[in-house]
């Protein structure tokens, strides 16, 4: 099971951006961020298939980018116009080619990291 490490969370003004990144110990078919905001259920905010091909929930289309370096394993959210909703533990998920399909999360996931939206 691939082991990932999320970094680049903290505590920004709405409006303002934020870069997370997560490394993975191998290769993958593709992978994805979640977030759980507090006390509500874990919802999909991004994913990218190792061919470049991304899927964004509609809470951040068009304010959030997904980018992916296959060479170094390594995945990226770029957040940019936080809202105080955009508030969350966000975690990073390898999917393989089923979870892909049926649009399911994969079995491995980092430890989350905090981002905090508020002014």
């Known amino acids: 099971q691939v082991q990932l490490v999320e970094s680049g969370g903290g505590l920004v003004q709405p409006g303002g951006s934020l870069r997370l990144s997560c490394a993975a110990s191998?290769?993958?078919?593709?992978m994805a961020w979640y977030r759980q905001p507090p006390e509500k259920e874990r919802e999909l905010v991004a994913r990218?298939?190792?061919?470049?091909?991304?899927h964004y929930a509609d809470s951040v289309k068009g304010r959030f980018t997904i980018s992916g370096d296959n060479a170094k394993n390594t995945v990226y959210l770029q957040m940019n116009s936080l809202k105080p909703e955009d508030t969350a533990v966000y975690y990073c998920?390898?999917?393989?080619?089923?979870?892909?399909?049926?649009?399911?999360?994969?079995?491995?996931w980092g430890q989350g990291t905090q981002v905090t939206v508020s002014s």
């Open positions: 990218i298939h190792n061919s470049g091909d991304t």
């Open positions: 998920n390898a999917m393989n080619m089923a979870n892909w399909v049926f649009g399911r999360p994969g079995d491995s």
């Open positions: 191998g290769s993958t078919y593709a």
